[in-house]
C-alpha cells in the first residue's frame, strides 16, 4: 500500500509536544491529524493528550482544539460540528478524540447520545487501557488481570475489558472501526474513509503508554504489532452496525496471548490460571467476531 | 402592540424565536418543558430559523450549546433544578470560556425528596459560576428579559441565566406584548462575536493553564460582569424607543415617606407590587440583576428615600444561614450610612406567598421591630 507517511508537508503535529518518550496516543494522533488535516476541527477531553498539546497560547498541533470538561465530548463535538454548519463551514472535519476514561466511562453517555443522534463527526478514542494521565488508575478499558495504581499487588483488574465496538455496533453508526499504532497504512486507510462518510462515525485506537503499562519507550510499535497478533486487539471495521470486516490480520496462526503480556510490568505477577483465562475470553472473542464477518460475507 | 394570552414559558420561547438561534439544545425537566415544546413546535412549522437538537441530558445540552457558541453560533437551551444542578460543570466552564450563551432556568426545589415548587435555590446555588442571573416576576418580563440576555451576553461575552418561578410564572398565563419578529431582528441583530474555533487557524483553546494566568482570566470576567448594570440600562434606554418598555437591574417601587421596603425577585415581586396599595408606608424593592450584584443601584435606592428596613422575601434558604438574598443584600450595605435592619423571611420549598401573609409581615415588623429571620409556614 503507497503512502505518504513520511510526507512532512502534511504533518500537524509540531514537535515539542509534551508525550513521554515511546506514547502511543502521541503517535496516534500525529497519525490521525495527518490523514484527517488541514481542515480540521478537534475537541479535546480531560486526557494525556490535554498535557500533550501543551500550555496556551502555545500548541503542539497545526489545528484548532477546543478543550471540554471530562464526560462531555461527544455533546460537544455535536455543538462544534453545529455551530460550525451554521456558520457555513461544512467542509471543516470534527473530530473528537478522547482516552479509553473519556470513552468507556465518564464520557459514555455523551457518545451514546451523540451516536444515537448520528451526529456528523468523527469520534477517536486513543485506548491506553487506564486513567494514566492520573497515574494509571484502572477504566473499565483496563485488561483483566492488569495490575493498577487502584489495583495494586496482590490486587488485579477483575472483570473483563468493555467491548466498546459491540456497544458502538448496537448504535447502528455508519462506520466504526480499530486501529493501532503499528500499522499506520491501516489507521491512515480508515480515517480517510471515515472522513468521506456522513454521521456519526467511532475510531478505537489501541495506543501503548510506555510508563503505564511498564516498558521500553522502544517497545510501543511491537506491543501494538504483538496485540495485533495475538488477537487481543483484531483490526477490523464495522459498517452500519452490521457488516464487520478483518482489515488486517498477519498470516498464520496467532501468537500466545502470554507473549504479548509477559512484555509488560503491569501483567508481572499475573498467575498462569489467569492468563490461560484471559487467554480462554481472546479466542472466544475472536472465535464470535470471526462468525460475525462469515456472517457479513 | 399585538397583545396575546400566552404563559410564561411560551413567552421565554417566543421570545427566542423572535430573536433567530442558531441552536437550541434541550433536555425535558418538568417545569420547563413547555419552553422547548414550544420551540420544538416553531421548528416543526420551520419557523425556527435554526438547529433544535433533543440531547440525552441537561448536561449534554449545554455542552452542545458550548460546542455551538465557541464555533460561532448563538445558542440557547432551558432547564430547572435537577437539570440545572447536573449541568454544574459546564456551567462553570462556559463562563470560563466566555462564550455567550443563553439560559433559561425555571426555578424548582432540588430533592431530596422530590418537590415541583419554586424553591429559587436551584439558580442560586449557581451564585458562583460566573454567570449573569436575572430574575422575573411575570411573562412580558420573562419575554423582554430573554430577548435582553442575548444582547447583554454577547456584549460582555458572559453567559446569562433568566430566572423565573416554576408555575407561578412559567404556567400561569397573562396577556403579554409579542413584538413580531422584524422589530426583534431589528433590534438585536446577528451575533456580534467571533468564534473562538476557526478553521484553518491552530489554537488551544482552553487548555492546562497556571494559577498565575488564572487569576487574571478570573479578574477579567469579573470586570466584564461588573460592566453588566451598565450594559444592561443602555440595553433598556435601546428596548424603551423601539418597545416601549423598559428594566432595570432593580426596580423600585417606593411611595413617598416609605421607611420600609419589601425585597423580592421573581413572581414574590409581582405579589408584593399587589398588595402594595393595602400596605401603608411600604415600598417594593424587585431584585431583578442577582449576579453582578446590583449594589450600588440598591444603596442609592435605599438612601435616597431614607429606608430603614428591608424585608427580604427568600423562596429559599441557605441551610446554616438563612436566605440568600437577605445575606446578599446584608453584605451589600455592610459600611453604608444609616444602614437598613434588614429582615429574613423565608419561603424555602417554593412555598406561596399570600396578600395576607404580607400585610401580616409588615404589620408585626412594625410591631415587634427588629427581628431577624422568619419562616413562611409560620406566618400563615
Given at each position: 500500500?503507497?503512502?505518504?507517511?513520511?510526507?512532512?508537508?502534511?504533518?500537524?503535529?509540531?514537535?515539542?509536544?509534551?508525550?513521554?518518550?515511546?506514547?502511543g496516543?502521541?503517535?496516534?494522533?500525529?497519525?490521525?491529524?495527518?490523514?484527517?488535516?488541514?481542515?480540521?476541527?478537534?475537541?479535546?477531553?480531560?486526557?494525556?493528550?490535554?498535557?500533550?498539546?501543551?500550555?496556551?497560547?502555545?500548541?503542539?498541533?497545526?489545528?484548532?482544539?477546543?478543550?471540554?470538561?471530562?464526560?462531555?465530548?461527544?455533546?460537544?463535538?455535536?455543538?462544534?460540528?453545529?455551530?460550525?454548519?451554521?456558520?457555513?463551514?461544512?467542509?471543516?472535519?470534527?473530530?473528537?478524540?478522547?482516552?479509553?476514561?473519556?470513552?468507556?466511562?465518564?464520557?459514555?453517555?455523551?457518545?451514546?447520545?451523540?451516536?444515537?443522534?448520528?451526529?456528523?463527526?468523527?469520534?477517536?478514542?486513543?485506548?491506553?487501557?487506564a486513567?494514566?494521565?492520573?497515574?494509571?488508575?484502572?477504566?473499565?478499558?483496563?485488561?483483566?488481570?492488569?495490575?493498577?495504581?487502584?489495583?495494586?499487588?496482590?490486587?488485579?483488574?477483575?472483570?473483563?475489558k468493555?467491548?466498546?465496538m459491540?456497544i458502538?455496533?448496537?448504535?447502528?453508526?455508519?462506520?466504526?472501526?480499530?486501529?493501532?499504532?503499528?500499522?499506520?497504512?491501516?489507521?491512515?486507510?480508515?480515517?480517510?474513509?471515515?472522513?468521506?462518510?456522513?454521521?456519526?462515525r467511532?475510531?478505537?485506537?489501541?495506543?501503548?503508554?510506555?510508563?503505564?503499562?511498564?516498558?521500553?519507550?522502544?517497545d510501543?510499535?511491537?506491543?501494538?504489532?504483538?496485540?495485533?497478533?495475538?488477537?487481543?486487539?483484531?483490526?477490523?471495521?464495522?459498517?452500519?452496525?452490521?457488516?464487520w470486516?478483518?482489515?488486517?490480520?498477519?498470516e498464520?496462526?496467532?501468537?500466545?496471548?502470554?507473549?504479548?503480556?509477559s512484555?509488560?510490568?503491569?501483567?508481572?505477577?499475573?498467575?498462569?490460571?489467569?492468563?490461560?483465562?484471559?487467554?480462554?475470553?481472546?479466542d472466544h472473542?475472536?472465535?464470535?467476531?470471526?462468525?460475525?464477518?462469515?456472517?457479513?460475507? | 402592540?399585538?397583545?396575546?394570552?400566552?404563559?410564561?414559558?411560551?413567552?421565554?420561547?417566543?421570545?427566542?424565536?423572535?430573536?433567530?438561534?442558531?441552536?437550541?439544545?434541550?433536555?425535558?425537566?418538568?417545569?420547563?418543558?413547555?419552553?422547548?415544546?414550544?420551540?420544538?413546535?416553531?421548528?416543526?412549522?420551520?419557523?425556527?430559523?435554526?438547529?433544535?437538537?433533543?440531547?440525552?441530558?441537561?448536561?449534554?445540552?449545554l455542552?452542545?450549546?458550548?460546542?455551538a457558541?465557541?464555533?460561532?453560533?448563538?445558542?440557547?437551551?432551558?432547564?430547572?433544578?435537577?437539570?440545572?444542578?447536573?449541568?454544574?460543570?459546564?456551567?462553570?466552564?462556559?463562563?470560563?470560556?466566555?462564550?455567550?450563551?443563553?439560559?433559561?432556568?425555571?426555578n424548582?426545589?432540588?430533592?431530596?425528596?422530590?418537590?415541583?415548587?419554586?424553591?429559587?435555590?436551584?439558580?442560586?446555588?449557581?451564585?458562583?459560576?460566573?454567570?449573569?442571573?436575572?430574575y422575573?416576576?411575570?411573562?412580558?418580563?420573562?419575554?423582554?428579559?430573554?430577548?435582553?440576555?442575548?444582547?447583554?451576553?454577547?456584549?460582555?461575552?458572559?453567559p446569562?441565566?433568566?430566572?423565573?418561578?416554576?408555575?407561578?410564572?412559567?404556567?400561569?398565563?397573562?396577556?403579554?406584548?409579542?413584538?413580531?419578529?422584524?422589530?426583534?431582528?431589528?433590534?438585536?441583530?446577528?451575533?456580534?462575536?467571533?468564534?473562538?474555533?476557526?478553521?484553518?487557524?491552530?489554537?488551544?483553546?482552553?487548555?492546562?493553564?497556571?494559577?498565575d494566568?488564572?487569576?487574571?482570566?478570573?479578574?477579567?470576567?469579573?470586570?466584564?460582569?461588573?460592566?453588566?448594570?451598565?450594559?444592561?440600562?443602555?440595553?433598556?434606554?435601546?428596548?424603551?424607543?423601539?418597545?416601549?418598555?423598559?428594566?432595570?437591574?432593580?426596580?423600585?417601587?417606593?411611595?413617598?415617606?416609605?421607611?420600609?421596603?419589601?425585597?423580592?425577585?421573581g413572581?414574590?415581586?409581582?405579589?408584593?407590587?399587589?398588595?402594595?396599595?393595602?400596605?401603608?408606608?411600604?415600598?417594593?424593592?424587585?431584585?431583578?440583576?442577582?449576579?453582578?450584584?446590583?449594589?450600588?443601584e440598591?444603596?442609592?435606592?435605599?438612601?435616597?428615600?431614607?429606608?430603614?428596613?428591608?424585608?427580604v422575601?427568600?423562596?429559599?434558604?441557605?441551610?446554616?444561614?438563612?436566605?440568600?438574598?437577605?445575606?446578599?443584600?446584608?453584605?451589600?450595605?455592610?459600611?453604608?450610612d444609616?444602614?437598613?435592619?434588614?429582615?429574613?423571611?423565608?419561603?424555602?420549598?417554593?412555598?406561596?406567598?399570600?396578600?395576607?401573609?404580607?400585610?401580616?409581615?409588615?404589620?408585626e415588623?412594625?410591631?415587634?421591630?427588629?427581628?431577624?429571620?422568619?419562616?413562611?409556614?409560620?406566618?400563615?
Amino acid at each position: 500500500m503507497k503512502t505518504d507517511i513520511m510526507n512532512h508537508e502534511s504533518e500537524m503535529l509540531y514537535a515539542g509536544h509534551n508525550a513521554c518518550p515511546g506514547c502511543g496516543a502521541a503517535l496516534a494522533v500525529r497519525y490521525l491529524t495527518r490523514a484527517l488535516g488541514p481542515d480540521l476541527a478537534l475537541v479535546l477531553t480531560a486526557s494525556c493528550w490535554s498535557i500533550i498539546t501543551g500550555m496556551p497560547p502555545l500548541t503542539a498541533l497545526k489545528c484548532p482544539i477546543l478543550h471540554c470538561p471530562f464526560p462531555s465530548a461527544g455533546s460537544v463535538g455535536s455543538g462544534v460540528r453545529r455551530g460550525l454548519n451554521a456558520k457555513g463551514q461544512y467542509d471543516t472535519t470534527v473530530v473528537v478524540l478522547a482516552g479509553d476514561g473519556g470513552t468507556f466511562d465518564i464520557g459514555l453517555q455523551a457518545l451514546s447520545g451523540a451516536a444515537q443522534r448520528n451526529e456528523d463527526y468523527m469520534f477517536v478514542c486513543y485506548d491506553n487501557e487506564a486513567y494514566m494521565n492520573t497515574g494509571m488508575q484502572t477504566s473499565s478499558a483496563t485488561p483483566f488481570g492488569a495490575r493498577t495504581a487502584t489495583a495494586p499487588y496482590p490486587l488485579f483488574k477483575e472483570g473483563q475489558k468493555k467491548d466498546i465496538m459491540q456497544i458502538m455496533a448496537a448504535h447502528s453508526i455508519p462506520y466504526a472501526a480499530t486501529a493501532t499504532v503499528a500499522f499506520p497504512e491501516d489507521m491512515e486507510r480508515k480515517l480517510k474513509k471515515a472522513r468521506e462518510i456522513r454521521g456519526f462515525r467511532f475510531i478505537h485506537i489501541l495506543s501503548p503508554c510506555p510508563p503505564g503499562w511498564g516498558t521500553e519507550s522502544s517497545d510501543t510499535i511491537h506491543l501494538s504489532r504483538q496485540a495485533v497478533a495475538t488477537g487481543f486487539f483484531p483490526l477490523y471495521e464495522i459498517i452500519n452496525g452490521v457488516s464487520w470486516k478483518m482489515t488486517c490480520q498477519p498470516e498464520g496462526k496467532r501468537l500466545p496471548l502470554k507473549e504479548y503480556l509477559s512484555g509488560q510490568r503491569r501483567f508481572k505477577q499475573m498467575e498462569d490460571v489467569r492468563i490461560e483465562a484471559l487467554q480462554e475470553e481472546v479466542d472466544h472473542d475472536w472465535e464470535v467476531l470471526l462468525k460475525r464477518i462469515e456472517a457479513s460475507k | 402592540m399585538a397583545f396575546e394570552l400566552i404563559s410564561g414559558s411560551q413567552a421565554a420561547a417566543i421570545a427566542v424565536q423572535r430573536v433567530g438561534v442558531d441552536l437550541v439544545s434541550a433536555y425535558p425537566i418538568t417545569p420547563q418543558t413547555a419552553i422547548v415544546e414550544t420551540l420544538a413546535n416553531f421548528d416543526a412549522r420551520g419557523e425556527l430559523g435554526g438547529d433544535f437538537v433533543s440531547v440525552e441530558s441537561e448536561y449534554a445540552a449545554l455542552a452542545c450549546a458550548y460546542g455551538a457558541a465557541a464555533a460561532g453560533a448563538r445558542a440557547f437551551t432551558a432547564t430547572a433544578s435537577h437539570g440545572l444542578a447536573y449541568m454544574h460543570e459546564m456551567i462553570h466552564w462556559c463562563s470560563g470560556a466566555r462564550v455567550p450563551i443563553v439560559m433559561v432556568n425555571v426555578n424548582r426545589t432540588i430533592g431530596a425528596p422530590w418537590c415541583l415548587d419554586p424553591d429559587q435555590g436551584d439558580s442560586l446555588s449557581q451564585r458562583d459560576t460566573g454567570w449573569m442571573q436575572i430574575y422575573c416576576s411575570g411573562a412580558q418580563e420573562v419575554l423582554d428579559t430573554v430577548m435582553q440576555a442575548f444582547l447583554l451576553s454577547e456584549e460582555l461575552l458572559l453567559p446569562c441565566m433568566v430566572v423565573f418561578d416554576g408555575f407561578y410564572i412559567s404556567h400561569t398565563y397573562e396577556a403579554v406584548d409579542v413584538p413580531d419578529q422584524k422589530t426583534v431582528r431589528d433590534f438585536i441583530g446577528p451575533p456580534p462575536f467571533e468564534a473562538q474555533v476557526k478553521p484553518g487557524a491552530p489554537a488551544n483553546l482552553h487548555g492546562l493553564t497556571t494559577g498565575d494566568n488564572q487569576i487574571e482570566l478570573i479578574r477579567g470576567r469579573h470586570e466584564a460582569m461588573k460592566l453588566a448594570p451598565q450594559s444592561f440600562k443602555a440595553i433598556n434606554s435601546r428596548f424603551q424607543e423601539t418597545f416601549g418598555r423598559s428594566y432595570g437591574a432593580i426596580d423600585p417601587v417606593i411611595p413617598d415617606g416609605a421607611k420600609t421596603v419589601i425585597l423580592a425577585a421573581g413572581a414574590t415581586a409581582e405579589t408584593v407590587r399587589w398588595a402594595l396599595p393595602k400596605m401603608q408606608d411600604t415600598g417594593l424593592l424587585q431584585l431583578r440583576m442577582f449576579r453582578p450584584f446590583p449594589r450600588e443601584e440598591l444603596c442609592s435606592a435605599l438612601e435616597e428615600h431614607g429606608v430603614e428596613k428591608v424585608i427580604v422575601i427568600d423562596r429559599n434558604c441557605s441551610t446554616g444561614m438563612g436566605g440568600i438574598f437577605a445575606q446578599e443584600l446584608r453584605s451589600a450595605l455592610y459600611g453604608m450610612d444609616n444602614q437598613p435592619d434588614v429582615q429574613d423571611i423565608i419561603l424555602a420549598g417554593g412555598i406561596d406567598l399570600t396578600i395576607e401573609m404580607l400585610e401580616r409581615i409588615v404589620r408585626e415588623e412594625k410591631a415587634e421591630g427588629h427581628v431577624e429571620q422568619k419562616w413562611g409556614v409560620d406566618l400563615r
